[in-house]
């Protein structure tokens, strides 16, 4: 076994002292022929999880680096920062309130990624667990295995607690606009895919992934919330150098996304904000076939 660092796992906690343990168990019970390494951010907790992740690298230094903070400083802070450390030649995620239940999902990923130098990211299937403990698996279900940059950008479909893919420099030096965001696994996977490389979907079941808690949760409590940074994150991202051949995706992607928020606007009875994103989109595409769909969400809403 190599005693370079082959995987990091990206860890961010934060008042999770019921659910981390079973998170860290999950990293450390993983079956390797090759050395990989924990790295927990936590951004200042007030609870028992410090205890608890301090407890663990005691007993296994060799294995997890902690990252304390003297005062919360935010989520995506909290992943900008706790990012700089990640050295493996490729980074897993698994947040405090998520767990791996497959023992084998490191080796089978790195083996794949070893053996598929086209490929930059590997993703499987995940159960998702609400707080009354029903699991659903209803939205795991793929009609192929191997994706590119054009099918992510238009939409983010990798659940990141089955995610692995090669570190790159560019993730220890993030932009400052990422700074605004709620979340940062979406554009750090396009980031990945710049290089014209591809994604494979493994069909089996990985991990868990807590449906109901953090601020991904509280982002989608209100759907035009979620267009709104969609359609942040792509046009900060279509204005990088990264991507200069990439603007053909980035214009269909952005449409994509501002039609949904039209609509969104619309199920949320916003409708001068919704109104007005309309006629915008309408001035630049001349979008007829959606101006009968926008019409119509109108009619339904005011007839609900």
Same mark, same amino acid.
Do not use: H
């Given at each position: 076994?190599?005693?370079?660092?082959?995987?990091?796992?990206?860890?961010?906690?934060?008042?999770?002292?019921?659910?981390?343990?079973?998170?860290?168990?999950?990293?450390?019970?993983?079956?390797?022929?090759?050395?990989?390494?924990?790295?927990?951010? #936590?951004?200042?907790?007030?609870?028992?999880?410090?205890?608890?992740?301090?407890?663990?690298?005691?007993?296994?230094?060799?294995?997890?680096?902690?990252?304390?903070?003297?005062?919360?400083?935010?989520?995506? /802070?909290?992943?900008?920062?706790? /990012?700089?450390?990640?050295?493996?030649?490729?980074?897993?995620?698994?947040?405090?309130?998520?767990?791996?239940?497959?023992?084998?999902?490191?080796?089978?990923?790195?083996?794949?990624?070893?053996?598929?130098?086209?490929?930059?990211?590997?993703?499987? *299937?995940?159960?998702?667990?609400?707080?009354?403990?029903?699991?659903?698996?209803?939205?795991?279900?793929?009609?192929?295995?191997?994706?590119?940059?054009? #099918?992510?950008?238009?939409?983010?479909?990798? +659940? $990141?607690?089955?995610?692995?893919?090669?570190?790159?420099? %560019?993730?220890? $030096?993030?932009?400052?606009?990422? $700074?605004?965001? +709620?979340?940062?696994?979406? +554009?750090?996977?396009?980031?990945?895919?710049?290089?014209?490389?591809?994604?494979?979907?493994?069909?089996?079941?990985?991990?868990?992934?807590?449906?109901?808690?953090?601020?991904?949760?509280?982002?989608?409590? %209100?759907?035009?919330?979620?267009?709104?940074?969609?359609?942040?994150?792509?046009?900060?991202?279509?204005?990088?150098?990264?991507?200069?051949?990439?603007?053909?995706?980035?214009?269909?992607?952005?449409? *994509?996304?501002?039609?949904?928020?039209?609509?969104?606007?619309?199920?949320?009875?916003?409708?001068?904000?919704?109104?007005?994103?309309?006629?915008?989109?309408?001035?630049?595409?001349?979008?007829?076939?959606?101006?009968?769909?926008?019409?119509?969400?109108?009619?339904?809403?005011?007839?609900?």
């Amino acid at each position: 076994m190599t005693s370079e660092i082959t995987v990091s796992v990206f860890m961010l906690t934060f008042n999770q002292e019921d659910l981390v343990t079973q998170a860290i168990e999950g990293v450390l019970k993983q079956k390797t022929n090759f050395k990989f390494q924990l790295v927990i951010g #936590d951004d200042a907790s007030t609870d028992d999880t410090i205890k608890i992740c301090k407890a663990y690298q005691e007993k296994f230094g060799d294995v997890i680096k902690l990252i304390t903070r003297d005062k919360n400083i935010g989520l995506i /802070a909290n992943f900008i920062e706790t /990012a700089k450390y990640l050295t493996g030649k490729y980074v897993a995620i698994c947040d405090g309130d998520d767990y791996w239940i497959d023992y084998s999902k490191l080796q089978k990923q790195v083996d794949f990624l070893d053996s598929n130098d086209d490929y930059s990211i590997i993703f499987g *299937k995940c159960y998702r667990l609400d707080s009354k403990g029903k699991f659903n698996t209803k939205t795991n279900n793929f009609d192929k295995t191997t994706f590119d940059f054009s #099918d992510l950008v238009m939409t983010n479909f990798i +659940p $990141s607690v089955t995610v692995l893919f090669r570190n790159s420099a %560019k993730l220890r $030096s993030l932009p400052g606009w990422f $700074s605004n965001l +709620p979340y940062g696994d979406w +554009p750090v996977y396009l980031y990945t895919l710049t290089k014209n490389s591809k994604i494979f979907f493994l069909d089996e079941y990985l991990a868990v992934y807590r449906v109901e808690t953090g601020e991904s949760f509280k982002l989608r409590k %209100k759907l035009s919330n979620i267009f709104k940074t969609d359609i942040y994150i792509l046009e900060n991202l279509s204005r990088g150098k990264d991507f200069e051949k990439s603007n053909d995706y980035f214009k269909k992607a952005i449409v *994509k996304k501002k039609k949904s928020l039209i609509l969104a606007y619309n199920r949320e009875r916003n409708y001068i904000k919704g109104c007005q994103e309309f006629f915008r989109l309408l001035f630049v595409n001349a979008e007829v076939k959606f101006s009968k769909l926008y019409f119509y969400s109108l009619i339904k809403t005011f007839n609900a």
